[in-house]
């Protein structure tokens, strides 16, 4: 089973003056919209803009992974781009004039939709998607998703009715009031308590250090998954350490699982890539797997959301033995300076930001998104110790996850990308107990 925790944060600070002057009153309403509940859509428009969405999201998910690559070359580059794009969809429903413009622009839903007097537009077909994601099935169905909003506001401040009526009935969001002026401290741990409910106890210090006395609001997004394998890999007594290479020059030995099973297949010869596809139950979300047979940074810098969906459409069920690393894990991304390199400048700038449809002279100071993900071979009670004989006859395809690689898992109805992962160097923390069985035979 795999656990992922993903949580997003935007911390707004107070700032005496700001605001953004249009040249006439038509082009701030070209760019901002209006708040008129925007006309019933017919079913082609509605398919039409879902796609849209879709392919936006998909867009976005790899521009952000760039983006984190060039600012910190980090080994491991964890997200969620579905919670990232829950909480900008909230922060382009508190913005006005340039800063709509920006994050509109980069959600990829200012082009192909028309904006122009359905404000509400773009934000009934983000909740509306987002809402086809949750699955609630939990234990019994082996498959659990949830998304999760809440706006934390300064007692006193004056949150546009708008902001706050919208934000409830499209996002199921909450606004709460805190009282950051007085008691940071306070209001810290019950941010960090909403956050730790929400991912079911696994991310449990988000805010690690006090609050500023002058945030005025904390916009946070939490997704929570939980999901068993539709193929459990063998159990735990069957996993060994296995080498994997993180370069020519640097090999580690890493816990790898292994399994038998009929799942989507693929080589891309044109990319020297092989994709695989592990489903979870109930077949509605797949964790893809693809490893670049030459430098994982070459292949990325060339994809794009096409060639992940071409990816998944070439795949053909094929019986695979296939080798993945039992991992752990974690990331904290301080996104300000990738939305930055990314066009979202106004939200961070105290003279030019406008959310006003939140309240007015506010900018956002920092975004956090944390992310934790455990990969393992079924996340339930181990099954019954097994001898298992693994057969190859000279027709079944091997493959070995030991090299850098990308996964992604995917809502297969929607295609939206829940969370993306650029690994180069999986781990996983062992006790000694653990480490018993985990040798080379």
Not at 163 to 190: G, P, W
């Amino acid at each position: 089973m795999k656990l992922i925790f993903g949580h997003l944060l935007f911390i707004i600070y107070f700032v005496a003056e700001a605001r953004i002057v249009f040249e006439n009153d038509s082009e701030a309403q070209k760019i901002s919209g209006t708040n008129h509940t925007p006309p019933i859509m017919d079913i082609a428009t509605k398919t039409r803009a879902h796609k849209l969405i879709s392919q936006a999201l998909g867009r976005l998910c790899l521009e952000i992974e760039d983006a984190v690559f060039k600012s910190s070359h980090v080994e491991n580059i964890i997200f969620s781009p579905l919670s990232i794009a829950s909480a900008l969809a909230i922060v382009l429903l508190g913005a006005q004039g340039i800063t709509y413009k920006e994050v509109a622009n980069l959600l990829g839903v200012s082009a192909g939709i028309d904006l122009t007097g359905r404000n509400n537009l773009v934000h009934e077909e983000l909740a509306s998607l987002i809402d086809r994601l949750r699955i609630q099935h939990g234990l019994k169905s082996g498959l659990e998703v949830s998304v999760a909003s809440a706006v934390f506001v300064q007692q006193g401040l004056n949150v546009k009715e708008y902001f706050k009526n919208t934000a409830q009935e499209l996002y199921k969001c909450d606004v709460l009031d805190m009282d950051f002026k007085h008691n940071s401290e306070i209001s810290r741990k019950q941010i960090n308590q909403w956050v730790e409910n929400k991912t079911d106890g696994h991310i449990k210090k988000l805010l690690e250090t006090t609050l500023s006395h002058f945030t005025k609001s904390i916009i946070a997004n939490a997704i929570y998954f939980k999901g068993q394998w539709e193929y459990p890999f063998y159990p735990e007594n069957i996993t060994k350490m296995k080498p994997f290479h993180i370069s020519r020059n640097e090999t580690i030995d890493v816990p790898t699982m292994v399994n038998n099973a009929d799942i989507p297949y693929y080589i891309d010869k044109e990319r020297n890539c092989t994709i695989i596809g592990i489903p979870y139950k109930g077949l509605k979300v797949t964790m893809f797997i693809v490893i670049p047979n030459n430098d994982i940074r070459d292949l990325i810098a060339n994809l794009t959301i096409n060639d992940l969906n071409q990816f998944v459409d070439s795949t053909k069920i094929t019986s695979v033995i296939f080798f993945v690393p039992k991992m752990k894990l974690e990331s904290t991304i301080h996104m300000r300076k990738p939305f930055e390199d990314l066009g979202i400048t106004s939200l961070f700038s105290p003279d030019i930001a406008n959310l006003s449809n939140i309240a007015e002279n506010v900018f956002v100071n920092e975004i956090v998104h944390k992310i934790d993900i455990e990969i393992t071979e079924s996340g339930t009670t181990a099954a019954a110790a097994t001898a298992i004989s693994i057969y190859k006859d000279g027709s079944t395809p091997v493959v070995k996850v030991d090299k850098p690689f990308i996964f992604f898992i995917r809502h297969n109805e929607t295609e939206v990308i829940l969370f993306w992962g650029t690994v180069k160097k999986p781990n996983y923390h062992w006790t000694s107990l653990h480490h018993n069985h985990l040798k080379n035979p």
